[in-house]
């Protein structure tokens, strides 16, 4: 079994940052990437960024705009999305999931696990 446990959203105000961190246990070997997705209220969950966990290759979303970056410590099995320059339309609960693809999956079909998910609120 996998377990992802995600942790670090919260309250902050536009233009601040926020770091969600993802620990991951479990069926090490079927972790070929690891993706944050968010889902807003009343809103469809959408893709933000992944990390190819052995060669540490990302993809982002086009809304990222350079501001999140995504990160892995491989030692201890855990993703982070750093977030900076957080707008309010960044509101919504993100997710971390895990994937067997290894080509950066951006679906959500093509993960197999998912985490409980952390709220991020940003004030205006």
């Known amino acids: 079994q996998v377990q992802l446990v995600e942790s670090g959203g919260g309250l902050v105000q536009a233009g601040g940052s926020l770091r969600l961190s993802c620990a991951a246990s479990?069926?090490?070997?079927?972790?070929?990437?690891m993706g944050w997705f968010r889902q807003a209220p009343e809103k469809e969950r959408e893709f933000v960024a992944v990390i190819n966990w052995s060669n540490g290759g990302t993809l982002y979303a086009g809304f990222v705009k350079g501001r999140f970056t995504i990160s892995r410590d491989m030692a201890n099995n855990t993703v982070f999305l750093q977030m900076n320059s957080l707008k309010p339309e960044d509101t919504a609960t993100y997710y971390c999931?895990?994937?067997?693809?290894?080509?950066?999956?951006?679906?959500?079909?093509?993960?197999?696990?998912w985490g409980q998910g952390t709220r991020v609120t940003v004030s205006s």
């Open positions: 479990g069926r090490t070997f079927s972790r070929n990437a």
């Open positions: 999931a895990q994937s067997q693809a290894s080509n950066r999956p951006r679906r959500s079909y093509e993960y197999n696990y």
